[in-house]
């Protein structure tokens, strides 16, 4: 017979680890089903890291509600966790007449999403926020608490937590087909199938797919691309805000950011593509961004680049994030989170719960929840276990640097293989670590980490 839960929550990105998370803080039994071989892995990894205020979304959606309080309830879970995010407020520049005269709607607009520290600054102020901004800003829209975060460690974190709470993670189970029947539903599986009461979608980039297997045929995902470059941590001292320019119809636009690795990013691109896999870059999109960052901010680009790469936002024919619980047939859709998931995850998955308790599914909160787990710092801006002189003394190995651009120790690597969702690979190690993640990519030390992969996780 094939486990049997209450909830089967499909996708292990932000959004499903979330609401899995949540979930396993009620009654419950859940299963967090991913088609990878990964928590992580979709686009919950590639990302522009920002925790948006959801100052510019559109007032009166779902998505603007979902925003804010994600921003805050991120923030909250970001203290125990140890997320490392840095409040580096943003600055919105004005380069021409138009987008100067836009300014007062982006601020009214901002403060119709509840919103309120948004102020309109001159062309002076603009360049006291960033001095090595390119020629010709005429004015700014501040807004003081946008902040940079980690996207691994959030994705890492809420998934943790919900298999700490209980929930069972079922990496390498992508869901094909399913079976209904009269009280549960048969999930079939590449791994078997996995039978529960509800099932809840949150399969990002594939939700159509998996709305179709439920008879549904209510929208399209079409993935739209974003590349971004990111130069050397040289050139962090560049800028310290988050330099955003005044949205269009079609996204956020080009932004220069600090990351919270100690790196600047430039990007992303925005273009519907067919292809749900397509996360290389391409020279038109890089060339795209070279000539944006030009007029941006031209000193940047004299510094180095350390890596390029691409993310796949789930955009769909639909103008709001499209969350909705079939209560006949104990389904929930969570669809269409294109650009703030990172942020509304938390938020998103609180909605959940309560829309499944509305829908009938009975469930009452758990007393003894274990705390949120203390997760590994990544951020450049707050002591890291090589700086930390009590920590190697109590465990050489934290002193043992193997990654020597990114100061990732033999400590960390070890932790990450014995975690409570251990890395099963290179690259779920530079998520949990940032080994590899720094100018060489791996050149120098990818042998090393591999050995620390082979000796600590053999059977994978
Ligand atoms: C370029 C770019 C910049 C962005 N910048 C920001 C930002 O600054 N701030 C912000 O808040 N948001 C940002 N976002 C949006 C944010 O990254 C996403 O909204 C969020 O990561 C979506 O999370 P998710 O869990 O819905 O999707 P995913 O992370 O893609 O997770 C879905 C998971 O479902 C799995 N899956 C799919 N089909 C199946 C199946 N059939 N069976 C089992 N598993 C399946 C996938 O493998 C995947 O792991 C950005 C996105 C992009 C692309």
């Known amino acids: 017979?094939?486990?049997?839960?209450?909830?089967?929550?499909?996708?292990?990105?932000?959004?499903?680890?979330?609401?899995?998370?949540?979930?396993?803080?009620?009654?419950?039994?859940?299963?967090?089903?991913?088609?990878?071989?990964?928590?992580?892995?979709?686009?919950?990894?590639?990302?522009?890291?920002?925790?948006?205020?959801?100052?510019?979304?559109?007032?009166?959606?779902?998505?603007?509600?979902?925003?804010?309080r994600g921003h805050h309830l991120l923030t909250e879970y970001a203290g125990p966790t140890g997320i490392p995010i840095e409040h580096t407020g943003a600055i919105l520049?004005?380069?021409?007449?138009?987008?100067?005269?836009?300014?007062?709607?982006l601020r009214d607009k901002a403060e119709a999403n509840g919103y309120h520290h948004c102020e309109i600054v001159g062309a002076a102020a603009v360049y006291d926020a960033v001095p090595n901004l390119g020629h010709g800003a005429l004015g700014g829209l501040t807004v003081p608490d946008e902040s940079i975060i980690c996207t691994w460690t959030v994705n890492l974190a809420l998934a943790t937590d919900a298999v700490n709470r209980g929930a069972t993670l079922l990496t390498r189970h992508r869901v094909t087909g399913i079976e209904e029947h009269e009280s549960t539903?048969?999930?079939?599986?590449?791994?078997?199938?996995?039978?529960?009461?509800?099932?809840?979608?949150?399969?990002?980039?594939?939700?159509?797919?998996?709305?179709?297997?439920?008879?549904?045929?209510?929208?399209?995902?079409?993935?739209?691309?974003?590349?971004?470059?990111?130069?050397?941590?040289?050139?962090?001292?560049?800028?310290?805000?988050?330099?955003?320019?005044?949205?269009?119809?079609?996204?956020?636009?080009?932004l220069v950011s600090p990351t919270i690795y100690g790196n600047v990013m430039l990007g992303p691109t925005s273009e519907d593509i067919e292809d749900r896999a397509a996360t290389a870059t391409t020279e038109k999109g890089l060339a795209f961004l070279l000539e944006k960052g030009r007029a941006l901010m031209p000193r940047?680009?004299?510094?180095?680049?350390?890596?390029?790469?691409?993310g796949l936002r789930a955009a769909i024919?639909?103008?709001?994030?499209?969350?909705?619980?079939?209560?006949?047939?104990?389904?929930?859709?969570?669809?269409?989170?294109?650009?703030?998931?990172?942020?509304?995850?938390?938020?998103?998955?609180?909605?959940?719960?309560?829309?499944?308790?509305?829908?009938?599914?009975?469930?009452?909160?758990r007393a003894n929840l274990p705390e949120p787990p203390r997760m590994?710092?990544?951020?450049?801006?707050?002591i890291r276990p090589y700086q930390d002189d009590?920590?190697?003394?109590?465990?050489?190995?934290?002193?043992?640097?193997?990654?020597?651009c990114e100061r990732v120790t033999a400590g960390e690597l070890r932790d990450a293989c014995r975690s409570t969702i251990p890395a099963g690979g290179l690259e779920g190690l530079r998520r949990r670590t940032r080994v590899m993640n720094g100018r060489c990519q791996g050149f120098y030390c990818g042998a090393e980490v591999q050995a620390v992969l082979d000796r600590e996780v053999p059977a994978r």
């Open 1 to 68: 017979m094939s486990p049997r839960y209450d909830v089967a929550v499909i996708g292990a990105g932000i959004v499903g680890s979330a609401i899995a998370r949540e979930l396993s803080g009620q009654n419950l039994t859940v299963a967090l089903l991913e088609a990878r071989d990964d928590v992580g892995d979709g686009t919950s990894k590639a990302n522009t890291a920002i925790l948006h205020t959801g100052f510019d979304a559109t007032p009166g959606t779902l998505e603007s509600e979902l925003v804010r």
């Open 185 to 254: 539903t048969a999930l079939h599986t590449e791994s078997g199938p996995v039978t529960a009461r509800w099932v809840v979608n949150a399969a990002g980039l594939g939700a159509d797919h998996v709305d179709a297997l439920f008879g549904h045929s209510r929208f399209t995902v079409t993935p739209r691309r974003g590349e971004l470059i990111v130069y050397d941590k040289l050139a962090r001292r560049l800028v310290d805000t988050i330099v955003l320019p005044v949205p269009t119809s079609r996204g956020k636009g080009v």
């Open 376 to 382: 590994p710092n990544l951020g450049e801006a707050f």
């Open 93 to 105: 520049v004005a380069w021409d007449d138009e987008q100067l005269a836009a300014l007062p709607t």
């Open 317 to 365: 024919d639909h103008s709001d994030y499209l969350i909705d619980a079939d209560e006949a047939r104990r389904y929930l859709l969570v669809g269409g989170i294109r650009s703030t998931g990172l942020t509304a995850g938390m938020a998103i998955a609180e909605h959940v719960l309560g829309t499944l308790a509305e829908a009938g599914l009975d469930m009452a909160p």
């Open 390 to 404: 009590a920590r190697i003394a109590a465990d050489p190995e934290y002193g043992a640097i193997v990654c020597f």
């Open 300 to 310: 940047l680009l004299d510094e180095e680049v350390t890596a390029t790469y691409a």
